[in-house]
């Protein structure tokens, strides 16, 4: 459960609620402000300009994710409005809990720049098929011919309502099954990003290792030439 509390660094939200507006209750209005701070909070980390139906994508997620990156809440009063009241409130969100939160489901990686893929959807209802397109715009991965990344999804079984995937990448490969095709999704992808992490990080390691020499040899250049001058001096 949150507690209330004046938090050290918050974001400020708002939302309205009455029987005219989509929160009908004061509960639903404040989970709507939480949902607005934490989304506040991650275009903020991601700071890449996002497609309105990507944002909304990714609203739609970090409403699923609250309880989890939400540390405290104060709130601020409430001013009645045309068709209801404006709750106000400044929420406290745990930045780097969000952080991972936008690293597993591929958002960190992929504002600027979203991940190809070649997608074999075997199976699958009309339903399940926009829910497939919904993830590809939350994850940033669109479908482009001659990808690297190939993925498929399929159902388990004929008479399994159970889910089945693959994903071979320069990376690796890898397999998920789950109830849904969300539970397998989530499993690609989590092991695709979190190897690309991994490469990120070993990558930065080796530009911390290269400026580090370049710094030795520029330090020894530089005293080479103040030993050939004293040299010359003498």
């Known amino acids: 459960m949150l507690c209330q509390a004046v938090p050290g660094h918050a974001r400020r ?8 507006q989509v929160s009908k209750t004061r509960a639903q209005a404040q989970g709507e402000a939480f949902t607005s701070a934490v ?3 991650a275009l903020d980390i991601l700071r890449a300009p996002l497609s309105e139906a990507r944002r909304a994508a990714l609203r739609e997620y970090l409403s699923t994710v609250t309880g989890e990156v939400v540390r405290g809440y104060s709130e601020l009063g409430m001013t009645p409005v045309q068709g209801g009241t404006r709750l106000a409130v400044d929420v406290d969100v745990n930045r780097d809990m969000l952080k991972e939160r936008l690293r597993q489901v591929g958002a960190y990686y992929t504002a600027e720049e979203p991940v190809a893929m070649v997608l074999q959807l075997s199976g699958a209802s009309p339903e399940v098929a926009e829910r497939v397109s919904r993830l590809q715009l939350l994850y940033g991965v669109e479908q482009r011919a001659g990808a690297s990344v190939r993925v498929a999804l399929r159902p388990q079984n004929p008479q399994s309502k159970g889910w089945y995937g693959t994903l071979d990448a320069s990376e690796g490969s890898t397999s998920a099954d789950g109830a ?22 070993a990558a930065g390691q080796q530009a911390v290792l290269r400026d580090q020499q370049f710094t030795v040899q520029v330090h020894d250049l530089l005293h080479e030439n103040v030993e050939g001058d004293a040299t010359r001096l003498r």
């Open 180 to 201: 849904s095709v969300d539970d397998v999704w989530r499993g690609l992808w989590a092991w695709y990003f979190s190897h690309r992490q991994v490469a990120g990080a």
């Open 39 to 41: 989304t506040d909070e």
């Open 13 to 20: 939200a708002e939302a309205v609620w009455g029987e005219g």
